[in-house]
């Protein structure tokens, strides 16, 4: 299949191109570099021995639609591209709501247009609020508490509605849960911008002495040392859900399907911190800080549905994730360039 990757010089953009070009597809990115770097071209070349096409564009451009849709027959979309962080959200909700969603309905007028029917998106777990159990199934209650998680939300419901109006139109939605890690290359991985809010981006410039200390944002919750326990998930092993999703959405009969990617596993902060000092063999001082607003104590992933349907499992463990972590950290201080 030929896919228009949007936000695919990205994190999680950049793996799953490296993904489906191991898997024989081609692959074409869009992306305004706003939080990425054109770098991440040449590290997909050399992981892959293969370039792909890539437009330095808006997803809010009609006219860049355009162009990429003239020049290659799409036959799949996976959107990627948005902003993503909760804090900055509640600060510039209208930003957010116009990358996020106005990009997206831009996006999707596009596709109409030019007989572009699967797409494949990047929900959050974000949309399940402080879910009533654990571990969380698909069809849970949704509800957020910032603006980030409501343009997820409301994208979701767009997508269903888009769906519903053509029946041509297949839609995945994917809810990652906590993704970490890096590429084993060390070549991509996570490059934050400013000071990063998610704890292994924290823990990694702990690590490499960038910060002095991690503060860990409460100790008193309900949970197996008081710290808050998420479903960390391997950014390697959310790129291949990708690929499942796009075979998925060929042979369904369903106009929209939802799955969690995630482990199925909670580790909390603490635990977390000792699989890094375990396997970096860098020490990560800590400090016990005061909870952090909008936190929730436990997070993880009811798995059944993906395993099932999309044949998803997980292959690899905390271990694994702090250690490709690490490679790519320690060879990249700086980030990617
Ligand atoms: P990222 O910031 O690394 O990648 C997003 C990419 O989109 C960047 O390269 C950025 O330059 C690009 N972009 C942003 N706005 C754009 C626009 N208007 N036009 C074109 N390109 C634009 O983020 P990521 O971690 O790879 O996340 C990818 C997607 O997954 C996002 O939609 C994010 O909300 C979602 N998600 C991420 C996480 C996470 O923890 N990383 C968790 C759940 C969901
Ligand atoms: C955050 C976002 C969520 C988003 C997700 C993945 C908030 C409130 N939620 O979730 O919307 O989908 O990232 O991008 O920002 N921690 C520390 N010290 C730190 C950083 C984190 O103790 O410096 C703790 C947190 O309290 C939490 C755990 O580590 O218990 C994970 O935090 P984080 O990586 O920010 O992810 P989420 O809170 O799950």
Redesign the pocket.
Known sequence: MKVLV??G?????SHTCVELIESGHEVVI???????SAEVLNRIEQITSVRPAFYE????DHAAYKKIFNEHHIDAVIH?????AVGESVEKPLEYYD?NIY?TLVLLEEMRNFHVNKIVF?????VYGDPKEVPIREDAELHTTNPYGST?LYIEQIMKDAAHADSDLKVCLLR?F??IGAHQSGLIG?TPNGIPN?LLPYVAQVATGIRDYLRVWGNDYDTVDGTGVRDYIHVVDLAHGHLLALEYLNKCEENVCVFNLGTGNGYSVLQVVQAFERNSGRKVPYQICERRAGDIATCYADTTKARELLGFIAKYDIDDMCRDLWNFASKNPEGIQ
Not at 80 to 84: E, I, V, Y
Not at 122 to 126: D, E, I, R
């Open positions: 949007t936000g010089t990205g994190y999680i953009g869009m992306d305004n570099l706003y939080n990425s564009a808006d997803i809010r990627f591209a948005g902003l993503k990358n990009g990047s929900s959050s777990a974000t997820k990652y906590n993704p996570e998610n």
